[in-house]
């Protein structure tokens, strides 16, 4: 493994992040990289903006596939770093340059000494929304190949690097985006009792929907309902005609997801009566829980013990990701890999440290060998 190649390759791809499906030049650096292995048992596949690049056993019983999520994040990213990102508005704050990185550096060392199977790496797009694994999942190209297990890591800034952590069942929550669309009377700041104030009405929505997690879900279970943006008005002295709040809701089963969204509709229906406006909702993109298989989990403990990685049982996130499509499928699990980083994901001064890619492609390449 050229360590010092693949830190250049994470570096390169950190200054170019794009949003899903828009990830063309992420697309032409990995095919370059690949490329440059020069290796005749690699075919490359474009799939939208991402890839599916198979190598081919020695003599293949089965195959085992390998993804990793290649899209950044729309933040203004605060890192001062030398290599920061060359696209102001857009940041890799979720750690897929890493994810990318470790997954060209498996697929080089597995291309060099192939196993016995075929092995599938899947560089897949927009995972940040609107969601790329299922539209993959569901490609024919995919199809064709019957993988018969598959795993995926995401880096863990509060762990340390050299410890690796999962766990038997929920590991990720299920997620729906939320998008809502207030529209009511404006006018004259000065007459509001002329008015609909959607200012007003949206700022009470937000307040009011918290209730849902307090008094509709069972104290027990879990949700979560996030209001990450607002937006309202044109200028100060005019009451604002119309709102828009975009959000996500987490919940740790997908029956819960359903209790969250009826009650929301409920409130929908009460607002729009008493602050007399019309409210539109949309779901966006829904991704369904990641949840691991035991069997390949202790697997993992024991291969990267003997690699000199900790394992560490993880406790389940709130965290979203559309690899659980994958895993609703197809036998297998995901991990957190430790990047030790005072500032978390989706932090616009997050600053993953280096030293756990080689961790990641050890970790990835001894569970390949052993699965
Ligand atoms: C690992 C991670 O941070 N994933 C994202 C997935 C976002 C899904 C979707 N856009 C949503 O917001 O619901 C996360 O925010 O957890």
């Known amino acids: 493994?050229?360590?010092?190649?693949?830190?250049?390759?994470?570096?390169?791809?950190?200054?170019?992040?794009?949003?899903?499906?828009?990830?063309?030049?992420?697309?032409?650096?990995?095919?370059?990289?690949?490329?440059?292995?020069?290796?005749?048992?690699?075919?490359?596949?474009?799939?939208?903006?991402?890839?599916?690049?198979?190598?081919?056993?020695?003599?293949?019983?089965?195959?085992?596939?390998?993804?990793?999520?290649?899209?950044?994040?729309?933040?203004?990213?605060?890192?001062?770093?030398?290599?920061?990102?060359?696209?102001?508005?857009?940041?890799?704050?979720?750690?897929?340059?890493?994810?990318?990185?470790?997954?060209?550096?498996?697929?080089?060392?597995?291309?060099?000494?192939?196993?016995?199977?075929?092995?599938?790496?899947?560089?897949?797009?927009?995972?940040?929304?609107?969601?790329?694994?299922e539209p993959m999942l569901a490609s024919e190209t995919f199809k064709n190949w019957k993988v018969d297990s598959i795993f995926a890591l995401h880096i863990a800034p509060e762990l340390p690097v050299g410890t690796v952590s999962s766990r038997e069942g929920l590991l990720f929550?299920?997620?729906?985006?939320?998008?809502?669309?207030?529209?009511?009377?404006?006018?004259?700041?000065?007459?509001?009792?002329?008015?609909?104030?959607?200012?007003?009405?949206?700022?009470?929505?937000?307040?009011?929907?918290?209730?849902?997690?307090?008094?509709?879900?069972?104290?027990?279970?879990?949700?979560?309902?996030?209001?990450?943006?607002?937006?309202?008005?044109?200028?100060q002295n005019i009451i604002a005609e119309t709102a828009r709040l975009e959000g996500t809701i987490r919940t740790l089963q997908p029956a819960t997801m359903e209790i969250i969204k009826t009650e929301l509709e409920h409130i929908i229906r009460g607002f729009e009566i008493v602050y007399d406006c019309k409210i539109d909702v949309d779901y966006g993109a829904m991704y369904y829980q990641v949840s691991n298989q035991g069997e390949y989990v202790n697997r993992f403990a024991e291969v990267v013990g003997k690699e000199g990685i900790e394992y560490v049982e993880a406790n389940a996130a709130m965290t979203g990701e559309d690899f659980g499509y994958f895993l609703k499928e197809i036998p297998g699990f995901m991990f957190w890999l430790g990047v030790d980083s005072p500032y978390g994901l989706h932090h616009s001064k997050l600053n993953p440290d280096e030293d756990a890619i080689k961790v990641g492609i050890n970790a990835v390449t001894a569970m390949i060998r052993d699965l």
């Open 1 to 133: 493994m050229n360590i010092e190649k693949l830190l250049a390759t994470r570096r390169q791809l950190h200054q170019i992040p794009e949003l899903g499906f828009q990830e063309f030049k992420t697309q032409a650096l990995l095919i370059k990289k690949i490329e440059e292995m020069g290796r005749s048992n690699i075919e490359i596949m474009k799939w939208k903006t991402g890839l599916f690049v198979f190598v081919k056993g020695k003599n293949p019983t089965k195959t085992i596939a390998y993804r990793s999520d290649i899209d950044g994040l729309p933040i203004k990213e605060d890192t001062g770093l030398e290599f920061r990102s060359e696209h102001s508005e857009n940041m890799h704050a979720c750690g897929h340059d890493l994810h990318m990185t470790i997954a060209l550096g498996a697929l080089e060392h597995i291309s060099e000494q192939p196993i016995n199977d075929n092995v599938l790496f899947i560089f897949q797009p927009a995972e940040e929304g609107p969601g790329g694994a």
């Open 173 to 235: 929550a299920n997620t729906s985006e939320l998008f809502l669309d207030f529209t009511g009377k404006g006018g004259h700041a000065a007459y509001p009792h002329l008015t609909k104030d959607m200012i007003v009405t949206a700022s009470s929505f937000v307040t009011q929907l918290q209730q849902i997690i307090s008094r509709k879900i069972d104290p027990l279970d879990s949700g979560v309902i996030t209001i990450g943006k607002m937006t309202a008005g044109t200028v």
